[in-house]
């Protein structure tokens, strides 16, 4: 479908959530619960070095029996490296992404400003986007659709 090769991941994304990485456990689970994005970037300095999902979390608490340290920092649990996509890339291209690596989300990076992160998108809202253009292109053929 030659509109998904041409609709950027640029005009899906959303704001990500950011925490530096020695931002505690508890403030990164109130984010978490809070925004309901299901991740949150972490960066050193500005630059991105890891990705924490509330599935991360759970795991987390799973194996600690529930018992986790408020000073637990960011950095100790982060999942790395984080698979990311520039803001210019298609729907089509992030899509593969995520099949090929089996992740939900990418992190949308702009490689003109020294990779840094500008957005998020998912596995949710790029087929919705998917659906959505499919379902306009089948209106537009059958507009035209002589009977």
Do not use: W
């Amino acid at each position: 479908m030659p509109f998904l090769r041409t609709t950027t991941v640029e005009t899906i994304m959303i704001k990500p959530e950011i925490v530096e990485e020695n931002t505690n456990f508890v403030k990164v689970t109130k984010i978490l619960l809070k925004t309901k994005r299901g991740c949150v970037f972490v960066t050193r300095f500005g630059k991105l070095v890891g990705i924490i999902t509330d599935r991360d979390i759970q795991r987390l608490i799973l194996k600690d029996g529930g018992i986790i340290s408020p000073d637990t920092t960011a950095k100790s649990f982060m999942i790395k490296p984080v698979i990311s996509v520039n803001r210019l890339a298609s729907i089509d291209e992030a899509d593969q992404i995520m099949h090929k690596e089996k992740i939900n989300r990418l992190a949308v990076i702009d490689s003109n400003n020294n990779d840094e992160i500008i957005g998020l998108i998912d596995y949710n809202s790029t087929h919705a986007e998917i659906v959505t253009k499919f379902a306009k292109s089948l209106i537009h053929r059958n507009q035209y659709k002589i009977r």
